[in-house]
C-alpha cells in the first residue's frame, strides 16, 4: 500500500486549505480500515486531525473539529481534508496514513507528507 499526499504548500491565514491524498496497492473501502490526516508542527509531535473510515464514516479531533472536514472519492481511491481556516499554528508538515481497525495498535502505512506554510 502506497500513500501520497497533494496539495499547495502555502497557505494565507483564514483561508481554506485542501490536501489529498491518494491511495495505491488498496481500496480505501475495503475491509476496516481508518484513513489518517496527521500533522507535525516544526519543533512539535504529531497532532492527529481526524480519519475517515471504510465505511464513510468521519472522526475528527474535538479540537479542529468544528473547521475540519474529511472526505473521500472512491472512484479516485483518495480521501481530502478540508479546513475551513488556517492559522500561522497550521504549520506543519501533513501527513496521511493507514490504521488498521479493531485496538489501535499504531499507524501501518504512511505517505511522505507534504510541507503547508501558513503566512500571508
Known amino acids: 500500500v502506497q500513500l501520497q499526499e497533494s496539495g499547495p504548500g502555502l497557505a494565507k491565514p483564514s483561508q481554506p486549505l485542501s ?3 491518494t491511495v495505491s496497492g488498496g ?5 476496516d480500515y ?4 496527521i500533522r507535525q508542527p ?4 504529531l497532532e492527529w486531525i481526524g480519519y ?8 475528527y479531533s474535538p479540537s479542529l473539529r468544528s473547521r475540519t472536514s474529511i ?3 472512491t472512484s479516485k ?5 478540508q479546513l475551513s481556516s488556517v492559522t ?6 501533513y501527513y496521511c496514513a493507514r490504521v488498521p481497525g479493531g485496538a489501535f495498535l499504531g499507524y501501518d502505512y504512511w505517505g511522505q507528507g507534504t510541507q503547508v506554510t501558513v503566512s500571508s
Request: hydrophobic share 30%; net charge positive.
Open 77 to 81: 481511491n483518495q480521501f481530502t481534508l
Open 19 to 21: 490536501l489529498t491524498c
Open 34 to 37: 481508518f484513513w489518517a490526516w
Open 42 to 45: 516544526p519543533g512539535k509531535g
Open 71 to 73: 472526505s473521500r472519492d
Open 27 to 31: 481500496s480505501i473501502t475495503a475491509n
Open 88 to 93: 500561522p499554528e497550521g504549520t506543519a508538515v
Open 52 to 59: 475517515i473510515r471504510s465505511s464513510g464514516t468521519s472522526y
